[in-house]
C-alpha cells in the first residue's frame, strides 16, 4: 500500500477541501514543499496547479517545468504530455524544439489525446518533423474529425479537395465540408457551397449520402459508453 507523507496528505485535504473549506494557497505551498524535495506526484500536481492558477496566478513557464520533470520520472497523463509538446511546438516560454515537440506529441497521441494528435497532423502537414508527409496528417486529422473537432473536419475536406496525402476526391471533400460547416465553420460553408457548383447531381447525392453517414459516425463516437455493472 501507498504511504503518503503527511505534508502531501495536509495538501491533499487543503486542495478538496476535506474538513475546511479549500485552500489552493496553502495546498500549492505544502505541494511544492514536496515538489522541491522530489517528490514527482508532487511535481505533477504543482505543474497543474500553475497551469489552472490554483492557489496562484497562472503561470505556463512554471507548469512546464513541473509537468516536465515529472514527466522525465515517468509521471504524466496524457493532457500534461500533449501541454509539454504543445508548448515545444509553439516556443511558449521554452525554446521552441520540434524533436521534443513530437516525441511528447507522439507519446500523447498513443494515449489517445485528441489535441496531440491534432498538433501532430500540423508538424506532418508542414514539414516541422523531416519532410512534407501529407498521408500521415491526413490519417491524424481525420481520426480527431472524427470525434468531432470541426477545424480538423476542414482541414480533411481541404485535403482531399486538393489531393494532399490522396487522390482528389470531391464527393469526400463534400462531405467533410458539410461536417464541419454544420458546427458553423463559416469557412467550411463557403467551401462547399464553391465545391458543391461545380460537382455533377451523381456527386452531390453521393457526396450528401456520405455527409449522413459521416455524421451518425460522427455522434456514436461522442457517446458516453455504458456504465459497467
Same mark, same amino acid.
Given at each position: 500500500?501507498?504511504?503518503?507523507?503527511?505534508?502531501?496528505?495536509?495538501?491533499?485535504?487543503?486542495?478538496?477541501?476535506?474538513?475546511?473549506?479549500?485552500?489552493?494557497?496553502?495546498? $500549492?505551498? &505544502? *505541494?511544492?514543499?514536496? =515538489?522541491?524535495? %522530489?517528490?514527482?506526484? +508532487? /511535481?505533477?500536481? @504543482? #505543474?497543474?496547479? !500553475?497551469?489552472?492558477?490554483?492557489?496562484?496566478?497562472?503561470?505556463?513557464?512554471?507548469?512546464?517545468?513541473?509537468?516536465?520533470?515529472?514527466?522525465?520520472?515517468?509521471?504524466?497523463?496524457?493532457?500534461?504530455?500533449?501541454?509539454?509538446?504543445?508548448?515545444?511546438?509553439?516556443?511558449?516560454?521554452?525554446?521552441?524544439?520540434?524533436?521534443?515537440?513530437?516525441?511528447?506529441?507522439?507519446?500523447?497521441?498513443?494515449?489517445?489525446?485528441?489535441?496531440?494528435?491534432?498538433?501532430?497532423?500540423?508538424?506532418?502537414?508542414?514539414?516541422?518533423?523531416?519532410?512534407?508527409?501529407?498521408?500521415?496528417? $491526413?490519417? &491524424? *486529422?481525420?481520426?480527431? =474529425?472524427?470525434? %468531432?473537432?470541426?477545424? +480538423? /473536419?476542414?482541414? @480533411? #475536406?481541404?485535403? !482531399?479537395?486538393?489531393?494532399?496525402?490522396?487522390?482528389?476526391?470531391?464527393?469526400?471533400?463534400?462531405?467533410?465540408?458539410?461536417?464541419?460547416?454544420?458546427?458553423?465553420?463559416?469557412?467550411?460553408?463557403?467551401?462547399?457551397?464553391?465545391?458543391?457548383?461545380?460537382?455533377?447531381?451523381?456527386?452531390?447525392?453521393?457526396?450528401?449520402?456520405?455527409?449522413?453517414?459521416?455524421?451518425?459516425?460522427?455522434?456514436?463516437?461522442?457517446?458516453?459508453?455504458?456504465?459497467?455493472?
Amino acid at each position: 500500500k501507498e504511504i503518503r507523507s503527511p505534508v502531501m496528505v495536509q495538501a491533499y485535504r487543503y486542495y478538496k477541501g476535506l474538513g475546511q473549506p479549500a485552500n489552493y494557497p496553502k495546498a $500549492l505551498r &505544502l *505541494y511544492l514543499q514536496e =515538489a522541491n524535495g %522530489g517528490n514527482v506526484d +508532487a /511535481q505533477f500536481i @504543482v #505543474g497543474g496547479m !500553475y497551469f489552472k492558477g490554483q492557489g496562484t496566478d497562472p503561470n505556463q513557464r512554471e507548469g512546464f517545468k513541473w509537468l516536465l520533470r515529472a514527466a522525465q520520472q515517468g509521471k504524466f497523463s496524457p493532457e500534461s504530455l500533449a501541454i509539454i509538446g504543445s508548448m515545444y511546438l509553439q516556443g511558449t516560454g521554452v525554446p521552441q524544439n520540434y524533436q521534443e515537440a513530437r516525441k511528447y506529441l507522439q507519446q500523447a497521441a498513443d494515449l489517445d489525446d485528441l489535441s496531440a494528435k491534432k498538433n501532430l497532423a500540423f508538424m506532418y502537414y508542414n514539414g516541422l518533423v523531416g519532410k512534407v508527409d501529407y498521408s500521415r496528417a $491526413l490519417e &491524424l *486529422y481525420t481520426a480527431v =474529425a472524427l470525434q %468531432g473537432d470541426n477545424a +480538423a /473536419q476542414n482541414n @480533411v #475536406g481541404l485535403m !482531399y479537395v486538393n489531393g494532399l496525402g490522396t487522390d482528389v476526391d470531391r464527393v469526400q471533400a463534400y462531405a467533410w465540408y458539410s461536417l464541419a460547416a454544420s458546427q458553423g465553420n463559416a469557412g467550411s460553408m463557403v467551401a462547399r457551397n464553391n465545391l458543391m457548383i461545380q460537382m455533377s447531381w451523381e456527386e452531390l447525392n453521393r457526396a450528401q449520402a456520405l455527409s449522413v453517414k459521416l455524421f451518425k459516425e460522427v455522434e456514436n463516437a461522442r457517446e458516453p459508453l455504458p456504465a459497467t455493472p
